[in-house]
């Protein structure tokens, strides 16, 4: 997939939560971004992206701002912060938009997670997301940010 089409499609995946995507140039400092170059960053309703940023970066990012409550998500910039049950959402999160991607799926985002150095008690994040995410899974629930059947509702967190 070319960046132009893949920016299209993060564009309308991440714009029907209400972000704004938006790309730099190859190699340009990514505004927001936490763990640096080539990591997306958050600043206020807009994630940025290099073309090298990783599409599991692109997701994670954009997840915590889906799980951040309205008095964060206002004052966001950089540091999505939150804490651990958060933080599993966010990756249970991402896993479930990665379904959504066409050409990428769960699959190809727990080997992308496993290779970025994601670290689960069980090895690996499919063994995490399919035998010991119960409670980011709940904490999804509870936000209303996905229905009973693991779908995203399209909402953030109020």
């Known amino acids: 997939m070319s960046i132009l089409a893949e920016d299209a499609v993060m564009g309308e995946l991440l714009g029907r939560f209400g972000l704004k995507f938006a790309r730099v140039a190859a190699h340009a ?17 807009t ?14 990012e954009a997840c915590h701002w889906i799980c951040l409550d309205q008095t964060r998500r206002a004052a966001l910039h ?11 959402a966010v990756c249970y999160l991402q896993v479930l938009l990665a379904d959504g991607i066409p050409g990428v ?3 190809r985002l727990f080997a992308d997670m496993d290779e970025w150095g994601y670290s689960f008690r069980l090895g690996s994040t499919r063994a995490w997301f399919e035998q ?3 409670d980011a899974r709940d904490w999804l629930l509870r936000h ?3 229905d009973p059947a693991n779908r995203p509702t399209w909402r953030v967190r109020h």
């Open 105 to 107: 799926g769960r699959a």
């Open 29 to 45: 400092s990514i505004p927001g971004s936490y763990w640096g170059d080539p990591e997306a960053g958050l600043v206020g309703d």
């Open 47 to 60: 994630l940025y992206a290099q073309p090298e940023t990783p599409l599991h970066s692109i997701l994670h």
């Open 144 to 146: 209303g940010l996905i």
């Open 132 to 134: 010991d995410a119960a």
């Open 78 to 88: 950089t540091d999505a912060g939150g804490d651990d049950a958060e933080e599993n």
